[in-house]
């Protein structure tokens, strides 16, 4: 394990950071069946990045010779700002076909997921006690204000004391998490990870909240080591990430810019995987 860690450190202290750049990346698509992993489309992914701002889109869909057996597409799209080399996500789209039917369709506003949704009905959650202590963990005691009879008096903990300023507080807590927090969607965590591989080799772990239809939930993202992928028939060093509870598995290659050039997800009863087949900067 000592010597993985001293390898992988030394392998990103000598990799140049690539600057935040536009590029068009293309994937076979993969099916598993009982003949094993058959290709039965492709995928396309585009980042467009201008002014600080990236529009990240995803279009994957099945052959016409497989649409009889398998009809499948999908077309998601994350658009959001770079703010020291971060990916902030601020809307999400999200449209999935099976057949003639819809499976998944829906749009999401982070930022007002966050304001209005999850996060803050956790928050309104919190005892006043609770809240004293959320401000204090995250740096913002100055901005609690206490009332009642004993909130001049030091002799009483800050936690046993009355809040005056609930919602206020409330609203500093949400804006510090928007800040602070690493929000991402299902296709801007591709680019969070690169990024993040790229600034914090030391971190075996990167971890973030993943925005959907249904809130925020923490995902794990674990660093498990090297492996070797076979990419136009040249086998190149990956990095292997693996998120278990969304059945997930990623390869990141440098020579590709630091994107997933492998990805393996198994879905219910869906098990596919997407090869990387051309990239080029755009």
């Known amino acids: 394990m000592k010597k993985y860690f001293t390898f992988i450190c030394i392998f990103f202290y000598v990799v140049p950071v690539h600057s935040i750049s536009s590029y068009l990346a293309n994937y076979e698509l993969l099916f598993k069946t009982n003949l094993g992993f058959v290709k039965v489309g492709t995928a396309e992914y585009e980042l467009i990045v201008t002014d600080n701002v990236y529009i990240f889109e995803n279009k994957a869909k099945t052959d016409k010779i497989w649409s009889a057996l398998y009809d499948y597409s999908i077309n998601e799209t994350s658009i959001g700002r770079i703010e020291n080399s971060k990916f902030?996500?601020?809307?999400?789209?999200?449209?999935?076909?099976?057949?003639?039917?819809?499976?998944?369709?829906?749009?999401?506003?982070?930022?007002?997921?966050?304001?209005?949704?999850?996060?803050?009905s956790q928050l309104e959650e919190l005892s006043d006690s609770e809240l004293i202590l959320k401000a204090i963990d995250s740096g913002k005691s100055e901005k609690?204000?206490?009332?009642?009879?004993?909130?001049?008096?030091?002799?009483i903990p800050s936690?046993?004391?009355?809040?005056?300023?609930?919602?206020?507080?409330?609203?500093?807590?949400?804006e510090f998490d928007t800040n602070s927090l690493k929000i991402v969607d299902a296709l801007s965590v591709y680019l969070n990870i690169s990024r993040d591989i790229l600034k914090s080799s030391n971190n075996k772990v990167l971890t973030y909240q993943l925005a959907d239809k249904k809130g925020l939930s923490q995902r794990d993202f674990t660093i498990t080591g090297f492996e070797k992928i076979n990419i136009n028939d040249n086998d190149i060093e990956t990095v292997r990430v693996e998120c278990?509870?969304?059945?997930?598995?990623?390869?990141?290659?440098?020579?590709?810019?630091?994107?997933?050039?492998?990805?393996?997800?198994?879905?219910?009863?869906?098990?596919?995987?997407?090869?990387?087949?051309?990239?080029?900067?755009?």
């Open 159 to 174: 936690y046993k004391k009355d809040l005056e300023n609930r919602e206020d507080l409330i609203e500093i807590l949400i």
């Open 144 to 155: 609690i204000k206490f009332g009642g009879k004993h909130a001049l008096d030091i002799s």
């Open 88 to 120: 902030i996500g601020d809307y999400y789209k999200i449209i999935e076909n099976q057949g003639d039917s819809i499976s998944d369709k829906y749009e999401i506003n982070i930022n007002e997921l966050i304001t209005n949704g999850s996060r803050k």
């Open 244 to 282: 278990p509870e969304l059945g997930l598995i990623i390869n990141i290659a440098e020579d590709y810019h630091f994107m997933p050039v492998y990805i393996r997800r198994v879905n219910g009863k869906a098990n596919f995987r997407l090869i990387l087949t051309n990239f080029k900067h755009i």
